[in-house]
């Protein structure tokens, strides 16, 4: 198992800034997702561990030892890391055993055979070991892909958007063919993805990346739960953020004004201007008197229930706020909302409203 720790690192590719100061750390047999926009950077950060980019500043260890930084550059074979890439990258003139055991030659035979068959068992496919890829499923070849990592026992494994040519039946049941193969090798994986629920469904351990920059590292829970940037708190879990006024912090909660009302809700913010970051689940239509009173302007049908998308009188959002609703509610209705929760952060000056800016780099 290996640690990876990252200290100030910057890539920039002309003008545009794909790392810009990333400080990390990933302990070691952790299932680590990167997570974020189209254009964040995330590809680039998982290159630059995997040697296929050099930084221009900043340092790389993994498992302690430097492998990138002042005066020092490791090559990528000599990193002692698998990478599975999304394209699977396996030859079709080969067996699944001949491309699993592809790499491993200076092995002694016998050696050889033994990895190929415990790799091949890891992934539950050494009833396939003597067909070809073209004979296999998108998610047979995904694990042919990922036990050709495993046998030459890494001590990282990086997977590039693993799961992005499988269809959403597949992908699920990969899913929880990574969290079982991952427990079972205690291998550190890097695993990265721009789709959250993949993310938070796999990951012991998330980053969040915006525009070359860090913005929280946390257990899936905890980024859900407790942003700790307005841009975490919008791009997670759908998030929407209100402007309100934080007037005192006591014990993990919050006083506020939100328009004429007073609110004590969890949250981090001294007095001030404050964000207050909203989920569907956070809220419901009011049955006696309101928080806030919308219009609604659509609905939509999904999971049993009906998604209302509604604007809040007298606030200026860019976008509707979201809840759940078990009877339909006609858009153009005004209702009144109850706020059942919600996480209160500061305002910083000219916080961006969009998760992202457009997509520069990968």
Same mark, same amino acid.
């Given at each position: 198992?290996?640690?990876?720790?990252?200290?100030?690192?910057?890539?920039?590719?002309?003008?545009?800034?794909?790392?810009?100061?990333?400080?990390?750390?990933?302990?070691?047999?952790?299932?680590?997702?990167?997570?974020?926009?189209?254009?964040?950077?995330?590809?680039?950060?998982?290159?630059?561990?995997?040697?296929?980019?050099?930084?221009?500043?900043?340092? @790389?260890?993994?498992?302690?030892?430097?492998?990138?930084?002042?005066? *020092?550059?490791?090559?990528?074979?000599?990193?002692?890391?698998?990478?599975?890439?999304?394209?699977?990258?396996?030859?079709?003139?080969?067996?699944?055993?001949?491309?699993?055991?592809?790499?491993?030659?200076?092995?002694?035979?016998?050696?050889?055979? *033994?990895?190929?068959?415990?790799?091949?068992?890891?992934?539950?496919?050494?009833?396939?070991?003597?067909?070809?890829?073209?004979?296999?499923?998108?998610?047979?070849?995904?694990?042919?892909?990922?036990?050709?990592?495993?046998?030459? *026992?890494?001590?990282?494994?990086?997977?590039?958007?693993?799961?992005?040519?499988?269809?959403?039946?597949?992908?699920?049941?990969?899913?929880?063919?990574?969290?079982? @193969?991952?427990?079972?090798?205690?291998?550190?994986?890097?695993?990265?993805?721009?789709?959250?629920?993949?993310?938070?469904?796999?990951?012991?351990?998330?980053?969040?990346?915006?525009?070359?920059?860090?913005?929280? @590292?946390?257990?899936?829970?905890?980024?859900?739960?407790?942003?700790?940037?307005?841009?975490?708190?919008?791009?997670?879990?759908?998030?929407?953020?209100?402007?309100?006024?934080?007037?005192?912090?006591?014990?993990?909660?919050?006083?506020?004004?939100?328009?004429?009302?007073?609110?004590?809700?969890?949250?981090?913010?001294?007095?001030?201007?404050?964000?207050?970051?909203?989920?569907?689940?956070?809220?419901?239509?009011?049955?006696?008197?309101?928080?806030?009173?919308?219009?609604?302007?659509?609905?939509?049908?999904?999971?049993?229930?009906?998604?209302?998308?509604?604007?809040?009188?007298?606030?200026?959002?860019?976008?509707?706020?979201?809840?759940?609703?078990?009877?339909?509610?006609?858009?153009?209705?005004?209702?009144?909302?109850?706020?059942?929760?919600?996480?209160?952060?500061?305002?910083?000056?000219?916080?961006?409203?969009?998760?992202?800016?457009?997509?520069?780099?990968?």
């Amino acid at each position: 198992m290996a640690s990876i720790e990252t200290s100030h690192l910057r890539l920039a590719f002309g003008a545009t800034h794909a790392v810009d100061g990333i400080t990390m750390e990933v302990p070691s047999g952790a299932f680590f997702a990167l997570l974020g926009p189209s254009g964040c950077g995330k590809t680039t950060l998982l290159r630059l561990i995997a040697g296929l980019e050099r930084p221009d500043a900043g340092a @790389i260890r993994i498992a302690g030892e430097q492998v990138a930084g002042p005066g *020092r550059f490791i090559e990528p074979g000599a990193r002692g890391l698998g990478m599975v890439f999304q394209s699977y990258a396996l030859w079709p003139q080969m067996t699944v055993a001949g491309n699993v055991a592809f790499g491993l030659n200076r092995l002694p035979a016998a050696e050889r055979a *033994r990895r190929v068959e415990e790799a091949l068992s890891t992934v539950g496919l050494a009833h396939a070991a003597g067909r070809r890829p073209h004979e296999l499923s998108g998610g047979q070849r995904q694990r042919v892909a990922l036990a050709r990592s495993l046998a030459a *026992r890494p001590a990282l494994i990086l997977l590039d958007e693993p799961l992005a040519n499988l269809d959403a039946h597949l992908r699920q049941s990969m899913l929880a063919e990574f969290r079982r @193969i991952h427990r079972a090798s205690g291998t550190t994986f890097v695993f990265v993805t721009h789709d959250q629920n993949e993310a938070m469904a796999i990951a012991s351990l998330v980053g969040v990346m915006d525009r070359g920059r860090m913005e929280q @590292i946390a257990p899936p829970e905890v980024l859900f739960d407790r942003p700790a940037t307005p841009m975490v708190a919008r791009f997670v879990g759908n998030g929407r953020t209100l402007p309100v006024t934080a007037l005192a912090a006591q014990g993990g909660r919050v006083k506020l004004r939100l328009g004429s009302r007073l609110l004590s809700l969890p949250g981090d913010a001294p007095p001030g201007p404050a964000w207050l970051c909203l989920r569907p689940r956070d809220l419901s239509l009011a049955a006696g008197t309101a928080d806030l009173s919308a219009r609604v302007i659509d609905q939509r049908f999904e999971g049993g229930e009906y998604v209302l998308a509604c604007l809040p009188e007298g606030l200026d959002l860019p976008e509707p706020l979201e809840l759940r609703s078990r009877a339909a509610v006609a858009p153009g209705t005004l209702v009144g909302l109850q706020l059942r929760g919600g996480w209160v952060l500061p305002r910083e000056e000219l916080a961006p409203e969009t998760a992202s800016a457009e997509p520069a780099f990968a």
